[in-house]
């Protein structure tokens, strides 16, 4: 056979393949995408400070543990209400002349999807923290700390953003903890990170390989959510694991008066649609609304909070919850 | 000295049962929630049931034993000693005339408790191995993707259980000859007091017969040999104890030209150098996991610090010494000089400018976009685009010019995988089809065309020149390089997008991307079956060359390695697998058993030829080693911790209950990543040992001749 004895009939053979191969898996299909998707009605593309903060996110490498993609598979449904699809990166282009389109897609989850983490996380004063030192408010994080986006100011002007930091993480410096532009920036940034809801008579596309409802098997499956697991998930890096809150910070809900007390209106209002009436403290996100959560995973809650660290309060049914949540819906709307 | 070691003790053991102890404990926990009990029958049918059928054996080998003693006692003694009598051999029967000559004499008996002990600590611990393995298995066991790797795993875990099971009934055996010491004892005086001269005499004559020798030089003579064409070689008079096997030196070559030696010790040298740099980064990534408050330096954070890790030992360390290594190997199955030396160090120059250049960056947080390998800037990335077409130019027109008919395998990949690499980047760099989802499109090609087509393409081509050269014969079969060949091509072009299933990507991409890696079997098992087969019946050589231990690994590893990438793409090891550490495991196992592996045998192969200076034989086998026991350190704990993490996320528990999992096993990978860089520096000193012109002790014979030759020059013949 002549071609293993032609270098040129080899080579050209073998390179011919790969290029045609090529085109057919990558070059084709890459351009058919990007001629095919436009971006969802509701979408905004990045400008001003969050697009500075998406600088800031692909120069700090958070790529490499954090990845912004729901898959259409069962477990992936904490990271987004609706598997992501083309058009939601159809916004992106190449940054700049020196770099490259980037969706930050990622591959790695050593930390938490962020794809929807503008819904699930807005405290400001919460990622500031975070990103002083993850360990602040989550102690068994492994994030790395990004201290050098502050700066330590005796006199912090009245336009500067104070950070509350516990003095076991200054390491001895004195003053107030001021956020720098870039971390305001990425903050910016990570607000943007929501789903876009799909437009009028579009269905979002199924979650696959969905677990066998456990709450049928259970028999009455009213209140077979785990209570504990919903708090670690939705109230933990603020309140803890102990429900002793952050001094300075969030409010303990150990001996509290809400989570004890009779006003179970006041009680969902505050889970579903956030809280801030105190200006020590920081001001709570509607975590119920952005999660969607249903009577049952807040009765689970409220029961775990009201029966862990020594509370007493009194156990509550999801039937009485679902009648307050329909009133504190129309109450949020009304607002 | 003693209050250190202790303490060394001390800390260690902890380390050990800590670990074990929260292993066990999220064991329970994640395993116990749902399984079927179809996977522990399955578990037991194909692993416990044999076992315990091999134990079983042994337990009645050892009973027929202890019953055949006891029906000896019963025999009558003399009679039995008789018998004993008869079975003499040469030694035994010089003893007994010895004996009879009023000499003294002892036999002696051994112990047999150390093999007990040792018998039940092997038991034990390979109780532990199944302990081990269970609970992986439980619960998944109907997935063929989870079989199947566990199927692999299981493979050197049975090998290290048959090992065991041989030890245990060598002990048994000792265990069943106690009974008969009391025996021996009874029998020595015996033989002692023996009085009867019909037997004496009998023995005596057998003794005599026994006696009579050969002289070994009836056909021989005793003229000594001469060797006068110089057929006998490596003659060793010294009879010394060693330590360690004496492995075999490299073959001295007829010397290579200066300048293109000097070419070659310069890549390498350079590889050498970023190898250590880039794993010293990698070592610091991995404490940071288990101390991530370990430094607060932007310079230094995680996030910039893990693609300088990575951009390093890809161009840094294995590009520069595969293309080194091209440059010996290329021109050498041309049987042709090659084409221009000058292209060789523009390249090398322009290759280490990008990583000093893309590290800097990287580190001063200017980044691509963020795709995994493709962090370094169209800049910096142009240089090395420079590098592989100066080269492909550079082997090309050797390989154009040589004399031999046929181009040598070696050479169909080594200058395909340069080509296609070229063709890679100007792919994953050029604008025209990146934006939106066509950007992850490119990086799934990108990222797994740069790990395929790149060092497995170039490194099988390496192997296909290194293996037979080391071995010194052909290779098996040509047919089945180039089944390889081809369908490496035709499969792994296609399947890049195996990194990005369930996402947004079209789903007819991400099927052909499954089926493609289905199709990789072929060539895998093609070049797998290839290189075992040129291995076969030279197995004895494996053990005598410090080379060919490192190329056998890489062998390994990429049929085991490789296999493991086909089963992640099917959907429910996606599912488990996806975004947790095993990717990390995956492609440590890749890139370091595979490349790294062959890439430091192709160095000591070469490097003692092109310098004439072998490294020290106990450090490569230090390297070796530490390189090989490290690895499995930190690939094993991390596919086991990522197993565990996946279920939980499949679970929907809290993300950072799957943190805390990790914890144990992210400590292991930070003590596996450890003795990897600690062979590194062995390794670089070897380098070191092997071009450095100062260590050897003077050879005086050699100078002495060479200066003869200087005084009064040899007229050319």
Redo the contacts between chains.
């Keep these: 056979m002549n071609v293993f004895n032609d270098h040129k009939k080899l080579y050209s053979i073998a390179g011919l393949l790969f290029i045609t191969l090529t085109y057919l898996t990558v070059i084709m299909p890459a351009l058919q995408n990007q001629r095919n998707n436009a971006p969802l009605p509701g979408s905004v593309p990045l400008s001003g400070d969050a697009l500075a903060g998406k600088n800031v996110y692909v120069a700090e490498g958070c790529v490499g543990c954090h990845t912004q993609q729901v898959r259409n598979v069962d477990m992936d449904k904490v990271f987004g209400s609706r598997p992501g699809i083309a058009a939601d990166y159809a916004n992106l282009k190449r940054m700049n002349v020196w770099q490259n389109t980037s969706t930050v897609m990622g591959t790695e989850r050593t930390g938490p999807d962020l794809t929807n983490i503008g819904a699930r996380q807005t405290s400001r004063d919460w990622l500031l923290m975070h990103f002083y030192n993850p360990r602040t408010v989550v102690p068994q994080s492994i994030m790395p700390s990004y201290e050098w986006m502050f700066e330590m100011k005796e006199n912090p002007s009245k336009t500067d953003v104070v950070v509350n930091i516990p003095a076991s993480f200054l390491e001895g410096k004195t003053g107030k903890v001021v956020a720098k532009p870039e971390v305001l920036q990425l903050y910016a940034y990570l607000l943007t990170l929501k789903q876009t809801s799909l437009p009028e008579g579009l269905t979002p596309m199924e979650f696959l390989y969905k677990k066998a409802e456990k709450a049928a098997a259970t028999g009455s499956g009213k209140l077979s959510i785990d209570g504990k697991a919903m708090y670690a998930a939705n109230c933990q890096t603020c309140h803890q694991e102990n429900g002793e809150g952050l001094k300075g910070a969030y409010p303990p809900l150990k001996g509290s008066p809400v989570v004890n007390g009779d006003d179970l209106e006041l009680y969902v209002d505050i889970i579903m649609n956030g809280y801030d009436p105190r200006p020590e403290y920081a001001s709570m996100p509607a975590v119920g609304t952005n999660m969607n959560f249903t009577e049952n995973e807040v009765a689970a809650i409220i029961n775990y909070e009201r029966t862990s660290w020594g509370n007493a309060g009194k156990k509550v049914t999801t039937e009485e919850i679902k009648k307050i949540m329909d009133f504190v819906k129309i109450k949020a709307s009304a607002k | 000295m003693t209050n250190s070691f202790k303490k060394l003790l001390t800390t260690s053991s902890y380390i050990i049962f800590f670990v074990t102890a929260t292993s066990a404990q999220e064991g329970k926990n994640i395993v116990g929630t749902n399984h079927s009990s179809f996977g522990l029958w399955l578990f037991a049918v194909i692993f416990i049931v044999p076992l315990l059928i091999i134990i079983g054996k042994l337990y009645y080998e050892f009973k027929m034993q202890v019953k055949a003693n006891t029906a000896l006692a019963k025999e009558g003694q003399v009679l039995k000693f008789t018998r004993y009598l008869k079975h003499l051999d040469r030694k035994q029967l010089g003893q007994f005339a010895k004996l009879k000559n009023r000499k003294d004499n002892n036999l002696d008996g051994s112990t047999n408790a150390k093999n007990v002990i040792a018998l039940i600590i092997l038991l034990t611990c390979s109780n532990d191995i199944f302990a081990q393995v269970t609970p992986a298995s439980k619960p998944l066991t109907s997935q063929p993707g989870i079989i199947i790797t566990i199927v692999l795993l299981l493979i050197p875990i049975l090998l290290a259980v048959v090992f065991a099971l041989m030890k245990a009934n060598n002990a048994i055996r000792k265990y069943a000859n106690i009974s008969k010491e009391k025996e021996v004892g009874q029998f020595t005086t015996y033989v002692q007091t023996l009085n009867d001269p019909a037997i004496e005499a009998e023995l005596l004559k057998r003794n005599d017969t026994a006696d009579y020798n050969l002289t070994h030089t009836e056909l021989g003579g005793t003229t000594l040999a001469e060797d006068s064409k110089g057929i006998l070689g490596n003659i060793s008079d010294k009879h010394t104890a060693h330590f360690t096997a004496t492995k075999k030196k490299a073959i001295t070559r007829p010397v290579l030209e200066p300048d293109i030696t000097k070419l070659i010790l310069w890549y390498l040298g350079c590889s050498a150098f970023w190898l250590v740099v880039g794993t010293g980064i990698g070592e610091y990534l991995g404490i ?3 101390a ?2 370990t430094d ?3 310079w230094l ?4 610090l ?2 300088v890790h990575t951009n390093i030992v890809f161009w840094g360390w294995a590009s520069l010494a595969m293309i080194g290594l091209g440059y010996y190997v290329v021109p050498m199955v041309s049987n042709a000089k090659i084409y221009s030396i000058k292209f060789g160090w523009v390249g090398l120059i322009c290759t280490n400018i990008m990583v000093i250049a893309g590290s800097l960056c ?1 580190m001063s ?8 390998f ?2 370094y ?3 910096v990335m142009a240089f090395f685009a420079v590098a592989l077409i100066l080269t492909f130019i550079n082997f ?1 027109l050797t ?2 010019k ?1 004399t031999t ?3 040598y395998i070696s050479n ?1 990949f080594i ?2 995988a340069i ?2 690499t070229i ?2 980047a100007l ?1 994953a ?1 050029l ?13 799934g ?1 990108f990222m797994h065309s740069g790990v395929g ?1 790149w060092f497995t393409l170039y490194v099988v081509g390496l192997l296909y020149y290194f293996i037979p050269q080391q071995l010194n014969k052909p290779i098996y079969a040509y047919s089945l390089g ?1 089944l390889a ?2 369908t490496q ?2 499969f792994y ?2 399947i ?2 195996h ?8 789903w007819w ?1 991400q099927t ?1 991307a499954i089926v493609g890696s289905m199709g990789m079997v072929i060539p895998v098992v093609a070049a797998t079956i290839n290189f075992t087969m040129t291995f076969k019946g030279h197995w004895n050589k494996v053990a005598n060359s410090y080379t060919l231990p490192f190329f056998f690994v890489a062998v390994v590893y990429y049929f085991l390695v490789s296999m493991q990438g086909t089963v992640e793409a099917f959907k429910f090891t996606n ?1 488990l697998w996806h ?3 095993f ?2 495991a995956h492609a440590h196992a890749g890139f370091y058993g595979i490349i790294t592996f062959a890439l430091w045998g192709g160095i000591y192969a070469i490097v003692p030829r092109l310098t004439g200076k072998e490294p020290p034989q106990h450090l490569v086998g230090a390297h070796f080693w530490f390189a090989f026991i490290g690895l499995i350190f930190y690939v094993v704990p991390l596919s086991i911790g990522a197993t565990y993490r996946g279920m939980l ?9 799957s ?2 999992v990790m914890f144990q096993f ?1 400590i292991w990978r930070a003590i596996g990543g450890s003795l990897m860089f600690i062979s590194h520096v062995i390794f670089a000193y070897n380098f070191y040992r092997m071009v450095t012109k100062e260590t050897e002790p003077l050879d005086v014979t050699k100078e002495a001749f060479n200066q003869m030759e200087l005084e009064t020059p040899v007229a050319a013949s």
Excluded: C
């Design positions: 940071k996991f288990v991530p408050d607060h330096i932007s954070s995680f996030g910039r893990r693609p990287l947080g200017i980044s691509n976009g963020g795709g995994e493709r962090e800037i169209w800049p090309f390989v154009a040589r008919k046929e181009i169909w200058l395909s080509l296609f063709v890679v792919t760099y604008p025209f089809w990146q934006n939106g989802i066509g950007e992850t499109i490119v990086q090609y087509m180039i060949f081809w091509i035709i072009t296609i890049g997008t990194h990005f299933i369930f996402s947004a990507i079209p991409l052909v599912l975004f947790t550490d990717t990390v996320w499949m679970e929907s528990k809290p993300f950072i209950d943190v805390v992210w």
